[in-house]
């Protein structure tokens, strides 16, 4: 039998995550050579994530990352199957690095196909299935582009919000990462009134009316009344006209005014489940 170094061991379990027992054991198997033991953990990555597909990856973290210049900025959710991984720091250190490469990434299949260490990152999450014993899954991706881009990530990685503001005016950065945290917290259904889809709209307009009906409205003033409440829904469920939270007595949009000619112009939010 070749003798296999605790060096060599310790390198590829480096490199891979794994274990030292299933590092020694793929040296052994692959007689020493480096790049085969690499091949042989990530194949029984490969077993464990087929017999894991149909479970739910539904902890992990959620990672917001801004780039440099504050002009781009992605979202991400690695979703595993246990609370206990999903906080564990190694799985934390790798959905922070899946962010920050996705900061040159336009879309989900791009960053998925990405190179990760010289494999695929959708082959490093199979890779890492096999090393953690978990699910391994990319349940979110989303990216900001704006003159200003802000974020904020809830405690516990459970959460993680993107803002985008028209312009980078002094305190932008403050501004924008309290309406991240404003998006996190109120998980508005749209950016405005505009953003809200049409069937939405409708379905809450009947669900106004039903109860209007109910309290005994004549039928000819039902329409007025709806439109009514159908405001107050766009103040509660849009971002730009929730009441902000730090100051109830001004809006979203109008805090974000506070700092000069500034709007919000786009927000993503992620999260966990």
């Keep these: 039998m070749i003798k296999i170094t605790a060096a060599e061991v310790n390198k590829l379990r480096k490199t891979t995550g794994a274990g030292m027992m299933d590092c020694k054991k793929a040296l052994v198997e692959a007689e020493g050579d480096f790049e085969t033991a690499i091949e042989i953990l990530r194949k029984k990555g490969q077993k464990v994530a087929a017999k894991r597909a149909d479970r739910e990856s539904t902890e992990g973290a959620a990672i917001a990352k801004v780039n440099g210049d504050n ?19 190694s799985f934390v250190a790798l959905a922070n690095q899946l962010a920050d490469l996705a900061l040159t990434c336009s879309t989900k299949e791009e960053l998925l196909a990405a190179d ?3 494999m695929s990152v959708a082959d490093k999450l199979i890779e890492q299935t096999g090393v953690i014993g978990e699910k391994l899954d990319l349940n979110a991706f989303e990216k900001v582009e704006a003159p200003f881009v802000g974020s904020y990530i809830h405690a516990g990685n459970k959460i993680a919000t993107l803002v985008g503001l028209s312009a980078s005016a002094e305190g932008a950065d403050v501004v924008a990462k309290d309406v991240a945290m404003q998006a996190a917290a109120m998980n508005p259904i749209a950016l405005n009134e505009e953003g809200v889809d049409a069937t939405v709209i409708e379905k809450e307009i009947e669900i106004a009316k039903d109860q209007l009906r109910q309290e005994g409205k004549p039928e000819a003033m ?9 405001k ?3 103040k509660d469920n849009t971002l730009v006209n929730q009441a902000f939270i730090k100051d109830s007595k001004v809006s979203v949009a109008e805090y974000v005014k506070s700092i000069g000619d500034v709007t919000v112009v786009d927000f993503k939010r992620v999260a966990l489940g």
Excluded: Q
């Excluded at 900025?73 to 564990?88: A, I, P, R």
């Excluded at 039902?222 to 159908?230: P, S």
């Design 116 to 118: 990760f260490d010289g």
């Design 232 to 234: 107050r829904f766009f």
């Design 71 to 89: 002009t781009v900025g992605v979202s991400v959710v690695l979703g595993c199957e246990t609370d206990f991984v999903g906080k564990n720091e």
């Design 222 to 230: 039902l329409d007025n009344i709806a439109k009514g409440k159908i």
